[in-house]
């Protein structure tokens, strides 16, 4: 075995989760190496669609225009158990209130090449985590790879490596949860026959859905035109015990489930790629077990409805980033790693709550019409659609902290408008590109600003000419883009609650400290 390399922290797992964190902890000048078990980077569809959360975030650290040129199409609705009432994002103050259509692949290429591009971080490939040990300075990964096992070690270590995590199981996480009988099939196929018959790129989460409901046991959605020819299959079937749900997906149920759709008229030529999938609800009881975390699908499994996973695990992403770069950096205020799992856990769990009950509203059998029937009703109601719609999309997000029950903003996402600094307009989102907090103040709050010189190189102070459509005229947003303190030029409590709040959430105030050393090597055997 090779010598030990060293780093800062190491990501295992290169999906979309992985690949965010890496770009926000390679953002905050942290060492990072990510490794992936597979040869080469994933060339299928998988998730199909980002959430107007994710594309803010993206928007916010510069990566967005990519995506959208990578993308098949937006859609400015959303659904909640493919119900036949669609729900829009109107009324959250998105700058961006639309879902982005887009294969995995391609966010993930996006993310890759811009990981490479502005860091020159690379993939290590036929990198598979084989044992981990951790102790009181740093954690030893052995990872096997065409040239033989070799040895990293770093201060800290993050799976982002899916649902059968190799990081969960060797840290001994329970992942307790639920399963039911269903079964999933999901496949990027190319078409013999049909293709003029299916019409064009989705305009509308309608062309997405379309449940038949000719058979009570199964489920199937309409061909989603891809790229290059290429189909996404959807479809599913009650009723199959655990095992069944757990047998390799054959050929000829993608060929069954289109011509049960489309009987004739449609004929699939080759499959390129089919996976199996299930409404199995699960989340690991702990996000952090001492200096090794999870995030993403290693964090939590659920049916993929709503196309909340792949948001999921980005947000995942975005939180625990900056936490743990102040972590390594040396500033972290005591229990700001901790508040990772203290935040995200509740989401995670909302999440698995929420695509339990789709599950069940999903179901075509006919005990659970009347339940969907009053589900159409409600979602009939603007404050009902208006919720929903929140949650799934990621835009209701509040962490409680420190203020957040006394005023709208504290807690909450930051909105994004338009902004005049230095004479020259611009979104707010574009100041938060550097990965820093950001104390931002208006005319009549200039003087807080200087509060946060000794946080300098943690958190930027900006003065606009004003706040448009904000209830505040000063707030401090942490680099994950969510309010942590929010005033008014009248509120004379404002300027101690600041200094609270730059110390609860970025540290002691004085200069940063010095970066330490890569965790030295452990005296284990091997």
């Known amino acids: 075995m090779s010598t030990a390399q060293s780093t800062d922290v190491v990501v295992v797992g290169s999906g979309p989760t992985g690949l965010t964190l890496a770009h926000e902890l390679a953002l905050a000048g942290v060492r990072v190496i990510v490794i992936d078990k597979l040869a080469d980077p994933n060339e299928h569809s998988k998730a199909l669609g980002l959430q107007p959360r994710t594309v803010e975030v993206l928007d916010m650290r510069g990566l967005l225009g990519a995506v959208l040129e990578r993308s098949l199409t937006q859609v400015p609705d959303a659904h909640f158990a493919g119900l036949p009432v669609v729900m829009n994002y109107r009324g959250w103050g998105s700058r961006h209130p639309y879902g982005v259509i887009i294969p995995q692949d391609r966010v993930e290429g996006v993310l890759e090449e811009a990981l490479a591009a502005?860091?020159?971080?690379?993939?290590?490939?036929?990198?598979?985590?084989?044992?981990?040990?951790?102790?009181?300075?740093?954690?030893?990964?052995t990872v096997a790879t065409p040239h033989g096992a070799v040895r990293l070690r770093s201060r800290y270590l993050v799976g982002c490596d899916g649902s059968r995590s190799a990081v969960r199981k060797r840290l001994g996480v329970a992942f307790p949860g639920t399963r039911t009988a269903f079964s999933g099939v999901v496949a990027d196929v190319t078409l013999k026959?049909?293709?003029?018959?299916?019409?064009?790129?989705?305009?509308?989460?309608?062309?997405?859905?379309?449940?038949?409901?000719?058979?009570?046991?199964?489920?199937?959605?309409?061909l989603v035109p891809l790229q290059?020819?290429?189909?996404?299959?959807?479809?599913?079937?009650?009723?199959?015990?655990?095992?069944?749900?757990?047998?390799?997906?054959?050929?000829?149920?993608?060929?069954?489930?289109?011509?049960?759709?489309?009987g004739d008229a449609v004929e699939v030529d080759e499959i390129r790629w089919l996976s199996r999938f299930t409404d199995s609800a699960y989340q690991a009881e702990h996000y952090r077990r001492g200096r090794v975390l999870l995030a993403g699908d290693a964090a939590h499994v659920h049916l993929p409805a709503a196309g909340q996973g792949l948001n999921l695990g980005v947000q995942d992403a975005m939180n625990l980033g900056w936490k743990l770069a102040a972590e390594v950096a040396g500033w972290a205020p005591a229990g700001l790693l901790d508040s990772y799992h203290g935040e995200r856990h509740p989401i995670g769990a909302s999440v698995v709550e929420n695509t339990r009950a789709q599950a069940v509203l999903t179901n075509p059998s006919e005990e659970y019409d009347g339940l969907r029937a009053i589900f159409v009703q409600l979602l009939r109601m603007g404050p009902v659609s208006h919720y929903l719609a929140g949650m799934?999309?990621?835009?209701?997000?509040?962490?409680?902290?420190p203020g957040s029950g006394t005023d709208e903003l504290t807690g909450a996402r930051m909105p994004d408008p338009d902004l005049t600094v230095d004479g020259a307009e611009r979104p707010l989102s574009t100041l938060l590109r550097s990965g820093r907090g950001l104390l931002l103040t208006t005319g009549a709050t200039r003087r807080w600003g200087t509060l946060a010189d000794a946080w300098a190189g943690r958190v930027d102070a900006v003065t606009a000419a004003a706040l448009p459509d904000v209830p505040a005229d000063a707030v401090l947003v942490r680099p994950d883009g969510?309010?942590?303190?929010?005033?008014?030029?009248?509120?004379?409590?404002?300027?101690?609650?600041?200094t609270d709040a730059l110390e609860t959430w970025f540290g002691a105030p004085g200069p940063t400290p010095p970066r330490s050393e890569a965790a030295p090597e452990a005296a284990v055997s091997h």
């Open 482 to 498: 969510y309010v942590c303190w929010a005033a008014t030029a009248s509120d004379h409590t404002a300027p101690e609650r600041l």
């Open 193 to 222: 026959k049909g293709a003029d018959a299916l019409g064009e790129r989705p305009k509308s989460i309608r062309d997405l859905l379309g449940v038949d409901k000719a058979h009570q046991d199964r489920m199937t959605w309409p």
């Open 392 to 401: 799934v999309s990621g835009l209701d997000i509040r962490y409680p902290m």
């Open 228 to 262: 290059n020819g290429l189909y996404r299959v959807v479809w599913g079937i009650y009723g199959r015990g655990e095992t069944d749900a757990d047998r390799p997906v054959t050929e000829a149920e993608v060929h069954d489930s289109v011509r049960l759709r489309y």
């Open 118 to 141: 502005r860091y020159g971080i690379e993939v290590r490939r036929s990198h598979e985590l084989v044992d981990l040990e951790q102790d009181a300075d740093g954690v030893t990964a």
